[in-house]
């Protein structure tokens, strides 16, 4: 009797000292990090942008030390729709997503690092896809996550292995990642975790912007907030080129 | 070097996208078709968001249409009486289409309806024009298709008869302004111009002259067309000027060519390589409905 409770009182002392590193294990030490620009522009000329990210590792040239990086772009609403066999179609619905998703990792990273640490790092993509509440049980969740990760791979916002991250002196980590070219406006966030032996030791997030630029910005601010003007625009166009091409057809 | 179109915010090859416009164009000029049904699935396999390639379509046939037009018009072969009777009417059955569209929607039957309609017209309308185009190559006219037909008996006791000087014909004004609301009420549920059903109807029901048929076509799809254009920009914003510019520019080069191709051509030449278009249509729906696998899912973006 005294040692079953000798042997519960070590297991909370235990609990507690865990319970008590738990937030350290959430929230591990910031990492020093830039990003080489923080603003970029969409014009006309845009076709998708590579953006860079230093990165200082928290242990020098500790071998053992990998990183993972991330680029996440605004969240969105989305809903996925399964044809089923029969022909009839089921819906699920996630109230948010990240619209855009590049992730790129160390080899070291990717061999020793466990699934659930990388969730907990927020650098896991198809996890990042958060349903209704009522959905969170939902038994078929993952199958539906996986759905919106392979669609969103097919229209090249997710990426899952173009991100690279090059090793430089003194432990500095550059990674290179694939902005898409019909990645949205908006703001997003760069993530970069370092890891040693599958958990995190270090962590840093930047800002990155992008915004419409010239006349992409004039054109698309003119439909959206000024249609009437827009239709006119589109009719005249039409009617100018083709009068043009008729007249030069003429001579 | 890639272009970045604002409102379906992807970069694109322009001469890849002038390419296309010059393509559809040249069907356009040769046959007096929009092309909006070949250009669409075009942009869309392209990668253009559907929305943006239906809506944007609509801006460049109006160019390419405009510019074959002008070349029709030239020839003497445009009948502006015939085409606004016919515009009258397309507008008022776009009108009654677009509540047709949302009663098929309302009952969920919309998608099936419109791949049943398509393939039926097509088939249908492709099948007879081959039928009739090389029934007349084989009997050695080449020319149109008889004025007198059986087919056309019925209008001549119809009332209401006006005089139509460059197609030659003296008939009522109900056929025209009934084919007319029949094609717009089909745009307006299939969402297309509704060329490819408009030119066989002028030559084989109302016995418009093929040549006056193109150009008197495309005369009224500049219209139907430009309607369609400002309702998609005003109340959608999915017209992308920069890629409409880009087609445009393609398309009126084409639809040049297109009708100067088409003049060394016979009548019945021109109607059997329309059938021939109109029946490789008609195939690509049925591979697509029936035999191209479907992938299992697919995303919406809730707005």
Same mark, same amino acid.
């Given at each position: 009797?005294?040692?079953?409770?000798?042997?519960?009182?070590?297991?909370?002392l235990?609990? %507690? *000292?865990?319970?008590?590193? =738990?937030?350290?294990?959430?929230?591990?030490?910031? $990492?020093? &990090? +830039? @990003?080489?620009?923080?603003?970029?522009?969409?014009?006309?000329?845009?076709?998708g942008?590579?953006?860079?990210?230093?990165?200082?590792?928290?242990?020098?040239?500790?071998?053992?030390?990998?990183?993972?990086?991330?680029?996440?772009?605004?969240s969105?609403?989305y809903k996925?729709?399964?044809?089923?066999?029969?022909?009839?179609?089921?819906?699920?619905?996630?109230?948010?997503?990240?619209?855009?998703?590049?992730? %790129? *990792?160390?080899?070291?990273? =990717?061999e020793?690092?466990?699934?659930?640490?990388? $969730?907990? &790092? +927020? @650098?896991?993509a198809?996890?990042?896809?958060?349903?209704n509440?009522?959905?969170?049980?939902?038994?078929?969740?993952?199958?539906?996550?996986?759905?919106?990760?392979?669609?969103?791979?097919?229209?090249?916002l997710?990426s899952?292995?173009?991100?690279?991250?090059?090793?430089?002196?003194?432990?500095?980590?550059?990674a290179?990642?694939?902005?898409p070219?019909?990645?949205?406006?908006g703001?997003?966030?760069v993530?970069?975790?370092?890891?040693?032996n599958?958990?995190?030791?270090?962590e840093?997030?930047q800002?990155?912007?992008?915004?419409?630029?010239?006349?992409?910005?004039?054109?698309?601010?003119?439909?959206?907030?000024?249609?009437?003007?827009?239709g006119?625009?589109?009719?005249?166009?039409?009617?100018?080129?083709?009068?043009?091409?008729?007249?030069?057809?003429?001579? | 070097?890639?272009?970045?179109?604002?409102?379906?915010?992807?970069?694109?090859?322009p001469?890849?996208?002038?390419?296309?416009?010059?393509?559809?164009?040249?069907?356009?000029?040769?046959?007096g078709?929009g092309?909006?049904f070949?250009l669409?699935p075009?942009?869309?396999?392209?990668?253009?968001?559907?929305?943006?390639?239906?809506?944007?379509?609509?801006?460049?046939?109006?160019?390419?249409?405009?510019?074959g037009?002008?070349?029709?018009?030239?020839?003497?072969?445009?009948?502006v009486?015939?085409?606004?009777?016919?515009?009258?009417?397309?507008?008022?059955?776009s009108?009654?289409?677009v509540?047709v569209?949302?009663?098929?929607?309302?009952f969920?039957?919309?998608?099936?309806?419109?791949?049943?309609?398509y393939?039926?017209?097509?088939?249908?309308?492709?099948?007879?024009?081959a039928?009739e185009?090389?029934?007349?190559?084989?009997?050695?006219?080449?020319?149109?298709p008889?004025?007198?037909?059986?087919?056309?008996?019925?209008?001549?006791g119809?009332?209401?008869?006006?005089?139509?000087?460059?197609?030659?014909?003296?008939?009522?004004i109900?056929?025209?302004?009934?084919?007319?609301?029949?094609?717009?009420?089909?745009?307006?549920?299939?969402?297309?111009?509704?060329?490819?059903?408009?030119a066989?109807?002028?030559?084989?029901?109302?016995?418009?002259?093929?040549?006056?048929?193109?150009?008197?076509?495309?005369?009224?799809?500049?219209?139907?067309?430009?309607?369609?254009?400002?309702?998609?920009?005003?109340?959608?914003?999915?017209?992308?000027?920069?890629l409409?510019?880009l087609?445009?520019?393609?398309?009126v080069?084409?639809?040049r060519?297109?009708?100067?191709?088409?003049?060394?051509?016979?009548?019945?030449q021109?109607?059997?390589?329309?059938?021939?278009?109109?029946?490789?249509m008609?195939g690509?729906?049925?591979?697509?409905?029936?035999?191209e696998?479907?992938?299992?899912y697919?995303?919406?973006?809730?707005?």
């Amino acid at each position: 009797m005294r040692l079953s409770a000798l042997l519960c009182a070590a297991a909370l002392l235990l609990s %507690g *000292a865990a319970m008590a590193q =738990a937030p350290d294990k959430s929230m591990p030490p910031q $990492i020093a &990090a +830039g @990003l080489a620009e923080t603003t970029v522009e969409v014009k006309v000329n845009y076709s998708g942008a590579r953006i860079v990210l230093f990165a200082a590792s928290p242990d020098g040239e500790d071998d053992t030390v990998g990183f993972a990086v991330a680029l996440i772009g605004p969240s969105a609403p989305y809903k996925v729709i399964h044809r089923t066999p029969s022909g009839s179609e089921e819906r699920f619905s996630f109230v948010s997503a990240p619209s855009v998703f590049a992730i %790129g *990792a160390e080899p070291q990273v =990717a061999e020793s690092t466990p699934p659930e640490v990388m $969730i907990e &790092a +927020g @650098l896991n993509a198809a996890a990042a896809a958060m349903p209704n509440p009522s959905d969170l049980m939902a038994p078929d969740l993952e199958t539906w996550r996986a759905a919106l990760v392979d669609l969103k791979m097919e229209e090249g916002l997710y990426s899952l292995d173009e991100t690279t991250i090059e090793r430089l002196e003194g432990g500095l980590r550059r990674a290179r990642i694939i902005l898409p070219p019909n990645a949205p406006p908006g703001d997003y966030k760069v993530r970069a975790v370092a890891f040693r032996n599958g958990q995190r030791i270090g962590e840093t997030e930047q800002k990155l912007t992008l915004v419409r630029g010239g006349m992409d910005a004039t054109l698309f601010d003119l439909s959206k907030q000024h249609g009437f003007i827009y239709g006119l625009l589109a009719v005249l166009l039409g009617f100018i080129v083709g009068g043009i091409a008729a007249w030069v057809g003429r001579r | 070097m890639l272009i970045h179109l604002p409102i379906a915010q992807i970069a694109v090859d322009p001469l890849i996208i002038a390419a296309i416009g010059t393509g559809v164009g040249f069907l356009s000029g040769l046959f007096g078709v929009g092309g909006g049904f070949l250009l669409t699935p075009l942009l869309i396999f392209y990668g253009v968001p559907p929305a943006v390639a239906v809506s944007t379509q609509a801006n460049q046939v109006m160019a390419t249409s405009i510019s074959g037009a002008s070349s029709h018009w030239a020839d003497g072969a445009v009948d502006v009486r015939l085409g606004s009777l016919m515009l009258a009417g397309g507008l008022a059955g776009s009108l009654i289409g677009v509540g047709v569209f949302s009663l098929l929607r309302y009952f969920g039957v919309v998608d099936a309806t419109i791949s049943v309609l398509y393939i039926v017209f097509l088939g249908v309308i492709g099948g007879l024009m081959a039928w009739e185009s090389v029934g007349a190559l084989r009997g050695g006219g080449g020319g149109d298709p008889g004025r007198r037909t059986r087919m056309r008996a019925w209008m001549r006791g119809l009332p209401l008869k006006r005089r139509f000087p460059r197609s030659g014909l003296y008939i009522s004004i109900i056929p025209p302004l009934g084919i007319g609301f029949f094609v717009g009420l089909l745009a307006a549920v299939l969402g297309v111009g509704g060329g490819f059903i408009l030119a066989p109807a002028m030559v084989y029901i109302l016995g418009v002259p093929t040549r006056v048929m193109v150009g008197t076509s495309l005369f009224q799809i500049i219209f139907l067309t430009a309607f369609v254009t400002f309702l998609q920009a005003t109340f959608n914003g999915t017209v992308d000027l920069v890629l409409a510019l880009l087609l445009m520019v393609g398309g009126v080069i084409g639809a040049r060519a297109g009708a100067a191709a088409g003049r060394k051509l016979k009548a019945a030449q021109l109607r059997l390589l329309l059938a021939l278009v109109v029946l490789a249509m008609a195939g690509r729906l049925v591979y697509e409905l029936y035999v191209e696998p479907k992938p299992p899912y697919r995303l919406e973006e809730q707005t």
